[in-house]
């Protein structure tokens, strides 16, 4: 199936610092990517739904300046955590989808961030 | 009412039982239906993708859509324990509509 990489797969950093992770379709072009947070043993929460060339659309209760998202090509979306708290710590999942009209969501690994 | 309801178990079945886990929706403008696996701490695999109503099979996983009564299943099986992880089921209406996940089922195959 289509391949969906994220990096890094796991972070730990101090409180007050910023982390980038990435997102990759690695086998076919997403225009539009989307960032979940997951807490242990409980679902997946939408963030925001990253569109190429445009701006995200950020889910309610989303800090928008707190979590930036940008989508600059056809292949890779980044989520930054600014100015990152214990709070938000958890994992956070990308996902995209392998063409229009189709349900066929691919997520990518994951990435544990660890907020010291 | 969430839009797609799922019982969070845990579910403990003994190895090579057949597993049922089932999901309802309230939209019914969803037309495309997934099952996901996600094993801890990893992010959730696709098994399982179906459009409208109707079955489908892929060796030990079926997937089945009611439309008429909102209602999703995925059978397993000959359940492996390999097969223990969390199962999400998802709808979505069609183009880059974000998806509707259910809570998740935590599946246990013991040995």
């Known amino acids: 199936g289509a391949v969906v990489s994220q990096h890094p797969s796991w972070v730990i950093c101090k409180s007050g610092t910023s982390v980038k992770i990435e997102c990759r379709s690695l086998?076919?072009?997403?225009?539009?990517m989307f960032w979940y947070r997951q807490f242990p043993k409980q679902s997946l929460m939408l963030m925001a739904t990253?569109?190429?060339?445009?701006?995200?659309?950020?889910e309610q209760g989303v800090e928008k300046d707190k979590f930036l998202i940008n989508h600059a090509s056809l292949t890779l979306s980044t989520l930054t955590v600014t100015s990152a708290h214990p709070e938000d710590s958890s994992f956070y999942i990308c996902?995209?989808?392998?063409?229009?009209?189709?349900?066929?969501?691919?997520f990518g690994e994951g990435s544990r961030l660890t907020v010291l | 009412q969430k839009e797609v309801e799922q019982d969070p178990g845990p579910l403990s079945v003994p190895e090579g039982a057949i597993v049922s886990l089932n999901c309802t929706y309230s939209?019914?403008?969803?037309?495309?239906f997934m099952w996901y696996r996600q094993y801890s701490r990893k992010g959730p695999e696709l098994l399982m993708y179906?459009?409208?109503?109707g079955n489908k099979e892929d060796g030990r996983f079926t997937a089945q859509v009611d439309k008429s009564s909102k209602y999703i299943s995925l059978f397993i099986r000959d359940s492996q324990p390999s097969d223990s992880a969390t199962y999400l089921c998802?709808?979505?209406?069609?183009?880059?509509?974000?998806?509707?996940f259910g809570t998740g089922t935590k599946l246990q195959v013991i040995p």
């Open positions: 996902s995209a989808y392998l063409g229009q009209d189709t349900g066929e969501l691919f």
């Open positions: 086998d076919f072009q997403a225009t539009t």
């Open positions: 990253s569109n190429e060339g445009s701006k995200a659309t950020y």
């Open positions: 939209n019914s403008a969803f037309q495309y």
């Open positions: 179906t459009y409208s109503s």
């Open positions: 998802a709808a979505y209406s069609g183009g880059y509509q974000k998806v509707t």
